[in-house]
């Protein structure tokens, strides 16, 4: 009684025909990946506090926000190219400014928050961030550099892990993921920030996991059915770990869900990301990750020198 799970998405015998799709999967994904390039130069990422400089100043006012009184409260003290904004409630106020020089930050922030007491008596200043030109321009280079080392050591860790297929065929839908990823965050609006960073990086990490629970099933069962055709026997093993994939996609959604509804300003943007990221990192585990070692594997792959009677197949 207590052995069996309580919940099922798929049955247990289930043979669903993944590779069918394979070629569909591929085409789509390669669709995908070259918008979100071009989106990603043009109009580009809409660079954070962190990556592009500046100071950020969240208000939230006694009443309803008056932007013309803002503004002109901010123009009294010499800042005339602040951006102003509204999120959440009508009395929250998102105010940036460029970065200038570092030496002048605490002032310029100091000011700010004298304009907005000024213009609306009452006002609370929740946050105040800034970040000077070239800290930015040093985190922006840190950010990169953390996602190029963390790419470049999933590859590494395969690699080891398994044949040169394997890591290969990971790493490229990896690379995928992480266009689409950035062709979301350019479509949304998202800021690209050290939040974002961490996102993708999780995002990375949470893929790479699923690739390797697959593949794992893939290797085992190139020792089990020795005679086996590969497309089949990729099936079979998508078809094995399918209700643990989509338990643990599951599980780390509705966990992110209540983030992205109720997280605010500072949360939601990383807990889209992150739904955004579930749902690429599952769906390429089988549509992309699996069709790429298909083609790379097909008569390459070792099989173990034991041979096991192949399960029954049933048409989905």
């Known amino acids: 009684m207590f052995g069996r799970p309580l ?61 013309a009184k803002l503004r002109t409260a901010l123009a009294a003290q010499h800042i005339s190219h602040a951006s102003l904004q509204a999120f959440g409630a009508p009395d929250d106020v998102l105010i940036r400014l460029d970065a200038g020089d570092d030496q002048n930050t605490d002032a310029v922030v100091d000011t700010v928050r004298r304009a907005v007491t000024d213009a609306q008596p009452g006002t609370t200043i929740l946050r105040a961030d800034a970040v000077g030109a070239s800290v930015s321009a040093e985190l922006f280079r840190n950010g990169m550099l953390a996602l190029g080392l963390s790419l470049a050591m999933i590859l590494v860790y395969i690699w080891f892990r398994f044949e040169w297929e394997f890591a290969l065929s990971a790493v490229i839908t990896l690379v995928l993921d992480l266009t689409k990823t950035m062709g979301f965050l350019v479509i949304t609006g998202f800021e690209f920030d050290l939040v974002m960073v961490a996102a993708i990086l999780t995002i990375l990490g949470y893929s790479t996991n699923d690739k390797v629970v697959v593949y794992d099933r893939v ?4 020792r089990k059915y020795r005679t086996m055709p590969l497309m089949e026997l990729i099936n079979l093993s998508i078809n094995e770990t399918l209700n643990r994939t989509l338990g643990t996609s599951s599980t780390v959604f509705l966990a992110a869900l209540p983030l992205a509804l109720w997280g605010g300003a500072t949360l939601s943007g990383f807990a889209w990301t992150m739904l955004f990221g579930i749902v690429v990192g599952t769906s390429s585990s089988i549509f992309i990750a699996a069709p790429l070692l298909l083609f790379m594997g097909e008569g390459r792959l070792k099989r173990g020198a034991k041979a096991g009677p192949a399960p029954a197949q049933q048409k989905s």
């Open 7 to 67: 919940l099922r998405f798929v049955r247990k015998d289930t043979h669903i025909n993944f590779m069918r799709g394979r070629y569909m999967g591929l085409i789509v994904s390669a669709v995908l990946s070259i918008a979100s390039i071009i989106l990603f130069f043009h109009p580009g990422l809409t660079l954070g506090l962190d990556f592009r400089g500046g100071i950020v100043v969240e208000a939230k006012t006694s009443g309803p926000a008056d932007f």
């Open 219 to 222: 290797r085992e069962n190139l």
